[in-house]
């Protein structure tokens, strides 16, 4: 920040460098006269990554030194970039600011070569850690305010100017409840790889404590065998959902469990039934589990987990997008949710009663999958997909903001 007095660090990063501190009381004003005081500094080394260079510097600590950087989205894709290594491959996503650097060092540093990106617009700018990008630049984002034609209402004018500027200044959504915050901070924390890069989630459990799951196998068998019943008066039916449940297995969906079952530990079977769509085109036949089946003591899995917040845009948003380009395209994620695995410790809450024939005996499986009809699930689903754009973003950027 060429405007800058001083080199500023926030309480977070500082803490994170573990690095000693010095008490100070500095009042620090910026636009507006506005006041924040920084109680300590450090002595910190910056150091570049594309370059042999370091340096050290004093920084004052303050809670936050500013809001994210750049405010919004930055459409990028019409830009040529030189051959030049980039401070910043990320420059044009919002992200925290944890470091200013003041104008002394700027100055010092800076090398004094620049290119023009875009006529009228941003600069190239050389620097000890790669290129910087600044400038003026305009841009559309997704978060750019949208103008709906063809509205008709008997409110004044000023009224509905007042409402659309309220609606879209709310970018950001609702804050997330307690129990959202909890299922995302839980999801951040267990969520991991194999070694094939499938990501492995954990049921988010809902904390009460007066919440216990009671027996629920033998309303599972009951379930299964009026399932059975269901299916002798429609063959065709019957050897789809014969079929569906083959396929679960042969894929690794779910695995059968060796005779007798252990069921000392914490468990839950999972009625399930057979569901017809004969307006699909893949699947006419699919088989959805009931997670909200009542166990004895009167509670169901889907009462013992968190069901965690709705993490993809809403559906206004996604029909607006539609005005934005002559052509839309539509794709699904083919078997989604069952492209995600169930932590081990969690399968034993996700048994099913199965067997292929009436005739033979009634085997217990374990769902090794992510299973729709449990309440975390599509949190679960949607958040993977997010994290996946998230992990893979250097190697895909034009993804990530698609997805």
């Known amino acids: 920040d060429t405007g800058s007095m001083c080199n500023i660090?926030?309480?977070?990063?500082?803490?994170?460098?573990?690095?000693?501190?010095?008490?100070?009381?500095?009042?620090?004003?910026?636009?507006?006269?506005?006041?924040?005081?920084a109680k300590g500094s450090i002595i910190a080394t910056v150091q570049s990554k594309s370059a042999p260079f370091s340096s050290p510097l004093e920084f004052l600590i303050v809670n936050s030194p500013c809001a994210e950087i750049p405010t919004a989205p930055i459409d990028v894709a019409g830009w040529k970039f030189p051959d030049v290594p980039l401070a910043d491959p990320a420059f044009n996503l919002p992200s925290r600011v944890d470091v200013i650097i003041g104008s002394d060092a700027y100055?010092?540093?800076?090398?004094?070569?620049?290119?023009?990106?875009?006529?009228?617009?941003?600069?190239?700018?050389?620097?000890?850690?790669?290129?910087?990008?600044?400038?003026?630049?305009?841009?559309?984002?997704?978060?750019?305010?949208?103008?709906?034609?063809?509205?008709?209402?008997?409110?004044?004018?000023?009224?509905?100017?007042?409402?659309?500027w309220e609606n879209e200044t709310n970018?950001?959504?609702?804050?997330?409840?307690?129990?959202?915050?909890?299922?995302?901070?839980?999801?951040?924390?267990?969520?991991t790889r194999d070694h094939h890069g499938r990501y492995i989630v954990c049921l988010p459990r809902n904390p009460r404590a007066?919440?216990?799951?009671?027996?629920?196998?033998?309303?599972?068998?009951?379930?299964?065998?009026?399932?059975?019943?269901?299916?002798?008066?429609?063959?065709?039916?019957?050897?789809?959902?014969?079929?569906?449940?083959?396929?679960?297995?042969?894929?690794?969906?779910?695995?059968?469990?060796?005779?007798p079952v252990d069921d000392s530990v914490p468990h839950c079977y999972i009625p399930h039934h057979a569901v017809v769509k004969e307006s699909s085109t893949s699947t006419k036949v699919r088989v959805v589990f009931d997670a909200s089946?009542?166990?004895?003591?009167?509670?169901?899995?889907?009462?013992t987990l968190l069901v965690g917040p709705i993490v993809q845009e809403d559906l206004l948003t996604i029909i607006l997008r539609f005005r934005s380009y002559a052509i839309a395209l539509v794709a699904d994620v083919e078997k989604m949710y069952r492209r995600i695995l169930h932590n081990i410790i969690d399968r034993n809450l996700l048994r099913i009663r199965y067997r292929k024939s009436p005739l033979d005996p009634i085997?217990?499986?374990?769902?090794?999958?992510?299973t729709y009809g449990t309440a975390s699930a599509p949190f679960l689903a949607t958040r993977t997909l997010q994290q996946v754009a998230h992990d893979h973003k250097d190697q895909f950027p034009k993804a990530v903001d698609p997805v």
């Open 210 to 259: 007066d919440i216990v799951l009671g027996s629920s196998k033998e309303i599972a068998d009951r379930r299964l065998m009026a399932v059975e019943r269901r299916l002798k008066i429609n063959p065709e039916v019957e050897m789809e959902y014969k079929r569906f449940m083959q396929e679960y297995e042969e894929l690794g969906h779910m695995r059968k469990l060796t005779e």
């Open 293 to 303: 089946c009542k166990t004895s003591s009167g509670y169901s899995l889907n009462d």
């Open 171 to 191: 970018l950001e959504g609702p804050a997330l409840s307690l129990e959202e915050d909890a299922c995302e901070k839980h999801y951040a924390a267990t969520t």
């Open 9 to 37: 660090v926030s309480e977070s990063l500082a803490r994170k460098l573990l690095t000693r501190r010095t008490k100070i009381n500095v009042a620090l004003t910026g636009i507006g006269e506005g006041v924040q005081q």
């Open 107 to 164: 100055w010092e540093w800076h090398t004094g070569k620049k290119q023009l990106l875009v006529k009228g617009g941003p600069w190239l700018v050389e620097t000890p850690f790669g290129w910087t990008v600044a400038g003026n630049t305009s841009h559309i984002s997704v978060a750019s305010p949208v103008s709906c034609h063809s509205i008709r209402s008997h409110e004044s004018l000023d009224t509905l100017l007042q409402r659309f």
């Open 363 to 370: 085997s217990t499986y374990e769902l090794n999958t992510v």
